[in-house]
Structure formats: C-alpha cells, structure tokens
C-alpha cells in the first residue's frame, strides 16, 4: 500500500459523480479496441467531486505541488514508482492545458496546493471512504478477481488559507500488464474526468 498526503476536507458539497466511465477511447492500427481481451471492468472508473460552494478558481491561477508531495520516499514496488511518475507527468500537463500555470518547483509560492493519495487494495470500502474522505466512489469489482482495486484521491489546496477546496476521488481496476501507453491513456482518461470537476471561473 503506498500512501501520499491528503488533507482534511469539510464544508463541501457533491458536485459531480461519474459511473462506468469509458477507458481512453484509444484503438490499435487495426482499428481494433486494445482493450478487447481485458475484462469490461478494465474499461471504466468510478470518480466522484466535491468542491467547496460557491468557489471558483481564476483561470490565471497557479498550482504546485503540496509541500508534503516533495517528501514522498520512493515506492519499494518498481511498478508503483513508474505509477507515480506517471500520475506526476499527467497532472501537470492536464491542469497546463486548462489556461492554469503549474509550478512542481519546492519554493514556489503557487495560488494552491495539489496533494493526491493512492490506495493499492480493497482496504478502502464505501464506509471507510465517507469516513476518512467524506466521499465513496462506490467502484464494483465485478467478475474482474484477478485485478486489484486502486483509488486515487487528490485534493486542491488554497495555500494562503491552507484551506481545501476541492477533492476528487477515482476508483478502478489496476492493470500493470497493459501496456505502458495504454496505461497512460487510461489514467490520462480518469484524470481529465476528475478535473473537469475543478471550479474554474
């Protein structure tokens, strides 16, 4: 189980919750679905947002990287430090892509904070989720036994205040053995989804 920092959220409200996502929507040069030999469950995620009401996000924005992300030790698990590095790449690049500037530098002063979490296991059931994150994004398991569950959950930080203002949690299948750019598409699929949520003005 790798853990990474995630900060306390209160005051906030659902604002979006997606179900049976599709994957990436990538296809092979044969115009087949790469995916076709996974279970259906490789397929789709489970995400649910809340924010805090009534904010909003200038598009002239910063965000960084939450202090406490620069004092991740490396995974012992090879696979879960290419995940983080992965997940690293992606968010910056998605939240550049918005119109808001990324700064990943330690002494940067950004206008918020990004802090995510990953759980590798099925230890994070509905209870557990609402109780420790105020939200559950309910994924089901279905017929796929021999693929694990993972949940990512990532917080956005207004630095001045140290006050969280918007959280998204998603829930799906973990498939090292697809590969990488497949990998990449699938996460790259989650994350647009998860930020889509963000209040952006």
């Known amino acids: 189980m790798r853990h990474s920092p995630v900060l306390c959220l209160k005051h906030l409200f659902t604002v979006i919750v997606i179900s049976a996502l599709a994957s990436a929507g990538c296809s092979s040069r044969q115009g087949q679905d790469p995916l076709a030999d996974y279970p259906q469950e490789i397929t789709r995620f489970s995400i649910v947002s809340l924010a805090q009401p009534g904010y909003s996000i200038a598009a002239n924005s910063s965000i960084g990287w939450h202090p406490a992300m620069f004092k991740r030790l490396p995974a012992q698990d090879p696979s879960m430090q290419e995940a983080s590095e992965l997940l690293d790449d992606i968010l910056a690049q998605?939240?550049?892509?918005?119109?808001?500037?990324?700064t990943p530098w330690l002494r940067a002063r950004p206008d918020y904070w990004l802090a995510y979490r990953v759980v590798l296991d099925d230890s994070l059931s509905g209870d557990v989720m609402v109780q420790q994150f105020g939200m559950a994004p309910g994924f089901a398991m279905g017929e796929a036994q021999?693929?694990?569950?993972?949940?990512?959950?990532?917080?956005?930080v207004q630095r001045?205040?140290?006050?969280?203002?918007?959280?998204?949690?998603?829930?799906?299948?973990?498939?090292?053995?697809?590969?990488?750019d497949i990998r990449r598409l699938?996460?790259?699929?989650a994350i647009d989804q998860m930020l889509s949520s963000l209040p952006i003005s």
């Open 94 to 102: 998605s939240i550049t892509r918005k119109g808001i500037q990324f």
């Open 146 to 156: 021999d693929y694990e569950k993972g949940t990512l959950v990532m917080d956005l």
């Open 160 to 180: 001045r205040s140290n006050r969280t203002i918007w959280r998204s949690s998603a829930q799906g299948l973990v498939a090292p053995d697809l590969p990488t």
């Open 186 to 189: 699938r996460l790259q699929s």
